[in-house]
């Protein structure tokens, strides 16, 4: 085995070209073992075999200069840059990041889980070496999928005038997680079709000069490529044709369903654990496709993320021209929700908390400050959502709630999501986000409020004294075993409520508590700096009313565990009843 | 003069062809006396007279549709749309914004003041009329400038998606405000030099048909390629050739300084006004030029605004390779500069408050998640700068601040100014932004602190007991007459306190102050959601101190006048000291 005696690039360059292919058939043996046992990003990487293998062949990593775009196909390159333990030895498999990361070694230079940012990083890096004098080769690999991303096409507009070595592997496997969307990718067929010869080609219009290499699971192929850029003079774009889910017949068939994986079978792909329970993507879709039914006007937005909305490729059939897939491109997203509102459609766009950070500015200036009544669903925004660095949801309340019009809710059950979800599609009044709780389906069959218009007005659930806890979404749960916590300790009931709104205050309500309550707690399942209890605390500050806030410290965590984060914040039944009792 | 009965856009179209050039040369005329006495968007208006003529000429708004990029190049099409006394009765001149505006007239969609944004709000205008069944011509109207912003090309790739009717107007005037930046500009000299014939096209590797107009300043042959384009059921790139500035002979020569204009002399050009005093543009761009000598590794980045950095073509060429101006792409603007930081260079990017908030993505992910020294300086970050609603400088508090890792400092003079300006340049720990200070350049000529590595320590300028004032940033003189208010009013010297960090609290000096205080205020020019006073509001929260916040409330704000605006938010000293005074 060639794999278990690479400790660095430079072994790589040791073997013949010809164990080169081996190389890679092993590296994809042992992602099929560890992601069937462990899960992860699994067709991006079995693709990206022997294009990581030649590009360590070729290039002098570190000196020469690797960014992967998202990073999460850098499985490979991990194996041959000193970390192939956690591929091979079971033990070790969490050893390793999912993404590029710099504190795990010296061939990495950025953290990075967002798409279509290598080639402005690259550029960055480039430029900084213009600047002191360097030679060394500066590599962005972007797969086609990331293209549509703003900042990538600014990237390959902004290159060529950096005049100098900037090589841009782009890595077409014809996907994005599900199929790609955009005109762009008509010319990359067009390129493939042609071997690269078409004169319209996106690339050279851009100022960049062009490689095409068909097989770009050919590891010749691939470093006579790459050999032919090395150490040029200029932005040059080298764009291999890979195989998406390569060497597994089920990745390789169903391409959407296995960029990534929770464990399986590796013999049948059968996964080992079926989902059990409602989920939110699964609600919402069967809601929309309803609506739709009834309302022509009515249509689905995704940004390269259907999943989310739980719109799986026969739903999106089904939905016809009442569903559209924009790519990666939550800007356009945005944009294109508000058109649509304004011109009197009813929009719902939906994403990741983590990935709608990626239109701010759309969301202010598109959306907010022409005051359109689209819908946004922001998903995973929760600390039960994703866990890297990259992916975190414990910030959208800061970005979200503070932008002027904006109304901001948080439903706590199924059956508020639902009503909310029907009330902003319906109204004609306002840009409205909806924070889709983060931890499991609660279903209290309790009928929600249906109109939402009268904006900010909470909702007691529970009437007391002395203490109010404002629970906020995903945290009313956590509310309600607070507030028994209290009164199990103290005799006293706590009044509990339901904001659901997160971007204002119901100040009529808040000026009644006072008159009853000397402490009020609040609690939001992300940071707490510029946050929802904030507002409470501001509201309060010149009263003598107590405010206690709870949420996250500022922080970047990274593959934390919720127990051990809720605990650190002291986000407990018994931490904040304690606290309460401290209180002088 | 056929301006004077132009109505409507069906007044346009009963005048004879050969009229036409002549209502554009009226239109000129108008543009020119009324921005002479009143200052505004100069060369793009004068360039895109004879194309607003002819799209509604061959178009019929507002059943057709036509969005403005930036929408700063309107001002024609207001003449044509009912709004033409706002340019011919001086009286009248300020009856309607600068910017496109559905509120003055139904023949506006949005209300636009961002570049880069427009193909994208389009194609949700024509998505909704797909949905509705509807066959209104969708136009979008989009100077080259506005072409690298990301938000841009996602819409140009995402265009051809619609399969129906949109048309893509591209105003190449061959500059963004200063000269264009990017590889695409090549594409465009190429298609120009071709008559549109070369092959290789950037709008058509975009799927996009394609139509070429030689001559944009020629009604006759702008009517031909519309009325080409009308009724088409697909999208298509209209490619008009015009020149900014047309016809005033200053703004044809020098186009960048006549982007935009004040009050000047319509015969000779000169300017009405000369500004007095400093401004911190200048202070920067001679600071940078003098450090850029100092050091090789140190890199100014524009993104379409040079001036910002006080960046003039002269400094441009004297600064060489260490000046870069991406063109208007803010998000590759921020990766550039981690990039750099991550391989030893020192970089500094500047830009304004409402641009930044283009790029925050890229904030929190190219730059904090990976913890790299990047200096970005946010301008105009106070009510003291551009005061219509798409340009507003008081949301980036709550932006900026709430991000993990990102330092954000708040200057209160230019000798603190330079001071944080130089150990962010220098220091190799933290992303830092600077809030360049909004109101007047103050000059105390006292030495500031020369390292801010200790993070979050606040600096007390006077001490007293009862009240402490937090004044932050450009609000430290307004803290200081409020300190001196209360004195008088109550004989207690009150502690004044320039916190110079916006990002966190000084947790040690906050503690201390609840000793001998019962009450803190906080002043900051932004609005209060999200911001710095809420920070401290819940740092107190648990204990008896009472807590003011001032600043302003949420909301877009349009064309305001400054002291109303402060007097509405009881931003004076008189009003601040009657608060304390009633606090119970």
Redesign the interface.
């Known amino acids: 085995m060639y794999l278990e005696n690479i400790q660095s690039p430079v072994d790589v360059k040791k073997l013949p070209v010809e164990a080169l292919a081996v190389l890679a058939e092993e590296m994809r043996a042992a992602l099929l073992k560890k992601l069937s046992a462990h899960g992860g990003h699994f067709g991006p990487n079995l693709g990206l075999a022997e294009a990581t293998v030649a590009l360590h062949y070729v290039f002098n990593s570190p000196t020469d200069?690797i960014v992967y775009d998202v990073s999460h196909q850098t499985y490979c390159h991990k194996m041959l840059t000193g970390r192939k333990d956690a591929f091979l030895d079971p033990e070790k498999y969490d050893d390793v990041s999912g993404y590029s990361n710099?504190q795990e070694s010296a061939h990495d230079?950025?953290?990075?889980?967002?798409t279509s940012?290598s080639v402005?990083?690259?550029?960055?890096?480039?430029?900084?070496?213009?600047?002191?004098g360097g030679t060394e080769n500066i590599i962005a690999v972007i797969g086609d999928g990331s293209l549509?991303?703003?900042?990538a096409?600014?990237?390959?507009?902004?290159?060529?005038?950096l005049h100098s070595n900037l090589i841009i592997v782009v890595n077409d496997n014809q996907m994005s997680i599900a199929e790609n969307?955009?005109?762009?990718y008509?010319?990359l067929k067009l390129l493939r079709d042609t071997d690269g010869k078409a004169?319209?080609?996106?690339f050279?219009?851009?100022?960049?000069d062009y490689v095409f290499v068909k097989d770009g699971n050919n590891v010749a192929e691939l470093i006579h490529a790459f050999a032919s850029v090395k150490n040029s003079n200029h932005p040059t774009v080298v764009h291999i044709c890979t195989q998406k889910g390569k060497g597994f017949l089920p990745a390789e068939t169903d391409k959407e369903s296995w960029h990534w994986c929770m464990p399986f079978d590796p013999e049948t792909g059968a996964p080992k654990f079926t989902p059990v329970g409602e989920d939110y993507s699964e609600i919402t879709a069967q809601y929309l496709l309803k609506k739709m039914k009834e309302d022509?006007?009515v249509?689905a937005i995704a940004s390269g993320v259907p999943a989310v909305l739980g719109f799986n490729e026969a739903r999106r059939k089904q939905a016809g021209?009442?569903f559209?897939d924009?790519?990666i491109?939550e800007?356009?997203a945005v944009?294109?929700?508000?058109?649509?509102?304004?011109?009197?459609?009813k929009?719902v766009y939906g994403t990741y908390s983590t990935f709608l950070?990626?239109?701010?500015?759309?969301l202010?200036?598109?959306l907010?400050?022409?005051n359109n009544p689209a819908t946004i669903l922001v998903f995973s925004a929760s600390i039960y959502g994703m866990n890297d660095?990259?992916h975190l949801g414990i910030?959208d309340i800061?970005?979200i709630?503070?932008?002027?019009?904006l109304v901001y809710l948080a439903p706590t059950t199924k059956e508020e999501y639902l009503a909310m979800l029907d009330w902003s599609v319906e109204q004609q009044e306002h840009p409205v986000v909806i924070r889709v709780p983060g931890a499991e389906v609660i279903s209290d069959g309790k009928a929600a409020k249906t109109d939402y218009s009268d904006l900010n007005r909470f909702t007691v659930t529970q009437s007391g004294s002395k203490t109010a806890i404002l629970a906020l979404g995903t945290f009313y749960p956590l509310g309600k075993r607070t507030a028994e916590k209290i009164q199990a300790e103290t005799g006293v009931q706590p009044t509990l409520i339901n904001p659901q709104f997160v971007s204002g205050l119901d100040e009529e309500l808040l000026r009644a508590l006072a008159k009853t309550h000397d402490t009020v707690i609040t609690l939001e399942d992300g940071?707490?700096?510029?946050?929802f209890?904030?507002?409470v605390?501001?509201f309060?500050?010149?009263?003598?009313v107590?405010?206690?806030?709870y949420g996250y410290k500022?922080?970047?965590l990274d593959r934390y565990n919720v127990e051990d984060v809720l605990r650190e914040n002291r986000l407990t039944p018994e931490q904040i009843a304690e606290?309460v009792k401290n209180?002088k």
Chains 1, 2 share one sequence.
């Open positions: 200069k710099p230079f950025f953290t990075i889980g967002h940012t402005s990083l690259a550029c960055g890096l480039a430029k900084a070496r213009d600047l002191k549509s991303g703003g900042e096409l600014e990237g390959l507009d902004f290159a060529s005038e969307h955009g005109g762009l008509e010319n004169e319209c080609n996106l050279k219009s851009f100022g960049l022509k006007t249509v021209g009442q559209v924009v790519g491109a800007e356009t944009a294109l929700a508000s058109g649509i509102a304004a011109n009197g459609g929009p950070q990626r239109t701010f500015d759309q202010s200036q598109d907010c400050v022409n660095v990259t910030y800061p970005m709630s503070n932008i002027p019009n940071i707490l700096n510029g946050g209890g904030e507002k605390a501001r309060y500050g010149s009263t003598p107590r405010v206690l806030n500022k922080e970047f606290d209180l």
